[in-house]
């Protein structure tokens, strides 16, 4: 299996009749539900890894450093290097370093971002009559206090933006359960200020896949985009006209897939992520205690 990938027309419902150089994998919902993982999804980045396959995680969610996401994924028996995950804590910081260097800005937040806006030198102040930029993410600890300063730097001080980590709304939890995500924040502050949201940094936007390619060395046509959500993984590489594969393990289920039009289906639909592989890829994985 070492031929030239094979990209398929759109809307093929199969699975991949050949490897991809890179996979780049969506985690909540596609390898993970909760702590639990899903079937098929450790035979699945051991096989790609066996193969020599290029492998990168990519996470929407900002509320975890890489270290945090290498030990989850260890203990649920999947080894990987902190190189391998790209969240959109990295891609907001770059962003900003890129577009908009000296800026000051008051991220919502949780502590990683905090952390990794930091060390990257960026200035942030809760300081209304500071601020150039508000940053909205995914923020358990969102509070009053916080909306009342956003909206002073946007709105009485007409002098910030707004920018987000990511648009989910939610983030899936088993069970159908789930929990308000930076969606909820931007909702806020939109709400409050009738401001509207000028870039988001994760999924579906086009710079969190060029940090993904760019982290990979690849392009868009050399890789596979797998994830659980229509609106995010599957969006972002239909945007970049890349090969992409819904697992239905996650967020959209088959009721989703039967109003869509054809030009917004992913290139596969799988029950399971293991099923991304070609079904005559067999290895010799190594056997478990
Ligand atoms: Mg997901």
Redesign the pocket.
């Known amino acids: 299996m070492t031929g030239a990938f094979e990209q398929p027309a759109f809307g093929e419902t199969c699975r991949p009749s050949s490897l991809a150089r890179g996979y780049i994998l969506?985690?909540?919902?596609?390898i993970y539900l909760g702590d639990a993982l899903l079937p098929g999804a450790r035979r699945f980045v051991e096989t790609l890894q066996a193969l020599e396959r290029n492998v990168l995680f990519l996470s929407n969610n900002p509320t975890r450093t890489p270290a945090e996401y290498v030990s989850k994924l260890s203990r649920l028996g999947i080894p990987v290097d902190p190189d391998q995950i790209l969240t959109t804590v990295d891609t907001m910081t770059s962003w900003l370093l890129l577009h908009h260097p000296g800026a000051t800005v008051f991220p919502i937040a949780e502590q990683p971002l905090i952390d990794a806006l930091q060390a990257s030198g960026i200035a942030i102040s809760d300081d209304p009559t500071r601020i150039d930029i508000v940053i909205a993410s995914y923020d358990r600890l969102f509070d009053y206090r916080k909306l009342q300063i956003a909206f002073d730097a946007i709105r009485t001080y007409g002098r910030a933006f707004l920018v987000a980590t990511n648009p989910d709304r939610f983030c899936p939890f088993p069970g159908g359960r789930g929990e308000p995500d930076a969606g909820a924040i931007i909702g806020a502050v939109e709400g409050c200020t009738g401001a509207r949201l000028q870039q988001n940094t994760g999924k579906p936007d086009r710079f969190m896949l060029e940090a993904a390619l760019n982290r990979l060395g690849l392009t868009a046509s050399d890789c596979v985009m797998i994830?659980?959500?229509l609106a995010t993984?599957i969006r972002m590489a239909l945007d970049a006209g890349m090969p992409s594969a819904l697992v239905l393990t996650?967020?959209a289920t088959r009721d989703d897939l039967a109003t869509l039009e054809p030009k917004a289906m992913p290139t596969w639909v799988l029950e399971r992520i293991d099923q991304v592989l070609p079904e005559d890829v067999t290895v010799q994985l190594p056997t478990r205690a």
């Open positions: 969506d985690l909540d919902g596609t994830g659980d959500r993984d996650g967020d």
